[in-house]
């Protein structure tokens, strides 16, 4: 009988460190994902950016950017 006791014990305790990692892990990819999206949005935007830009220097009018410095 107190072998079972042990073994049950042993076994609740196995389960424990098992709820606590999956919690840990779950956490884990709750923040990651919300850094994929966070990074998402920044890459949308400066791809829009990008894309501004190559619009606004494609124009008969050169921009600032697109002019060399005075030193060459």
Do not use: C, F
């Not at 006791?5 to 840990?24: P, Q, S, Y």
């Not at 890459?43 to 410095?69: F, I, M, Q, V, Y």
């Amino acid at each position: 009988m107190k072998d079972l006791e042990n073994r049950l014990d042993a076994l609740e305790i196995k389960i424990a460190h098992h709820e606590r990692h999956i919690n840990d892990l779950s956490d884990m990819v709750s923040e990651q994902w919300k850094m994929i999206e966070k990074l998402g949005g920044q890459l949308s935007k400066a791809d829009a950016r990008l894309e501004s830009l190559e619009n606004n220097s494609a124009g008969d009018t050169p921009s600032l950017l697109d002019e060399k410095p005075p030193h060459y």
